[in-house]
Structures are given as C-alpha cells and as structure tokens.
C-alpha cells in the first residue's frame, strides 16, 4: 500500500517528471515510491544527511581453472574418449572436476557416458548428442538410458536391414513402373499410315 504523503508528493509534481518517472519504473522495475525515496536520501547525502548503507556486489572472480592431478588427467581422458560429442573440452574438465569434486566416482562418469553413447546409437539419435559438459552439469549420468537396438544393425554398425529393403523397394517400384509402361505401350492402337 503507498504512503498517503508519498502521493502528495506525486500529485505535485509536474506531469512530464512523473512520466519520466514511470518509464523509469519500467525499465528498472522498480515502484515509483523507492524510487523517489533513494533520490530523496541521494540528496540528502550530497547536502551531508544520512546516506543509505548500499553496497555493490563486488564482481565475481575470474575463474581459476584447477589443475588436474596425473590420476585425473587419465581418468576424464578415458571419460573424454566415450563421449559421443567432442566439443568443448576445456568445459567438459571444469564440469568433470565439479562433478568429482562432489563426490560422484570418475568410473561410474565414464560407464554412464558409455551408457548414454549406445543409447543415442541404438535409438539413431547421435547427431543430437548433448556436449559433454552440457551432459555434466546437468547432471544426466542419472537417467536412465534405453540400449536396446531399434534399427537392425550388421556387424560394421551400418544400418544393413533397412537399407537393404530401401533398396530393393525402391527397385521394385522402378520395375512396376517400366512393365506398366511397356503395358501401355502393348495396348496401344497401331498407328494408321497414310499412302
């Protein structure tokens, strides 16, 4: 609820301030009342009144990258090579090193990101692999990961089954389109010559 003298205020000044000052709300989002009462005690500080206690936030440091013991190195190498996607890896190591910083076991990182690797090639979805890091911090390692195939796959990994009954689809198509055509042409009329 505003300040019955707050409104008094207000409903002297002149229109164009109380314009600006709403548009100065909007943009801010902050209410017209806090604003008029920080300028109030801006004021009053520069003229030597009480001068609200109002701290910035100092900035954020930069980020330090750590540095990664032999041992470390090794594992997110191992954890690296599993990854489907291979993108960001400055990234990935900041987010592994969070990750076992907080006590989740460097081994089981790796076998989920196997996990998670079968399963985008068993469901064919291995052009939209998250990148590693995205996959850390977000923590997907919990998910459960479906590995069973849904594409019949030969022994190099390629589609084999479905291609092949594209293919012989699509030969058979081409076939029922040439005996129809020679169909037509059979059943054709002869052609009257004129002496």
Not at 29 to 49: F, K, W
Not at 63 to 72: D, S
Not at 75 to 101: H, I, Y
Request: hydrophobic fraction near 35%; aromatic fraction near 8%.
């Amino acid at each position: 609820m505003a300040d019955p003298n707050l409104k008094a205020v207000t409903v002297e000044m002149p229109r164009w301030l109380v314009e600006e000052l709403d548009r100065i709300c909007e943009v801010t989002r902050q209410s017209r009342s806090s604003l008029i009462v920080g300028a109030m005690l801006e004021v009053s500080g520069r003229l030597g009144g009480h001068r609200p206690h109002y701290e910035p936030k100092p900035p954020k440091p930069e980020l330090v990258p750590r540095k990664l013991t032999a041992n470390q190195l090794l594992q997110f190498e191992a954890f690296w090579k599993a990854c489907p996607a291979k993108q960001s890896k400055g990234r990935a190591r900041d987010s592994w090193l969070k990750a076992v910083g907080n006590g989740v076991s460097p081994d089981f990182l790796r076998e989920r990101m196997v996990a998670y690797a079968e399963h985008l090639k068993a469901t064919d979805k291995e052009a939209y692999a998250k990148h590693p890091a995205t996959w850390l911090n977000q923590q997907c390692w919990d998910d459960q990961y479906d590995t069973t195939s849904k594409v019949d796959y030969d022994a190099d990994g390629a589609k084999a089954r479905t291609k092949d009954l594209i293919d012989s689809y699509r030969s058979y198509a081409k076939m029922v389109e040439v005996e129809k055509m020679s169909d037509s042409v059979d059943n054709m009329p002869p052609k009257e010559t004129t002496p």
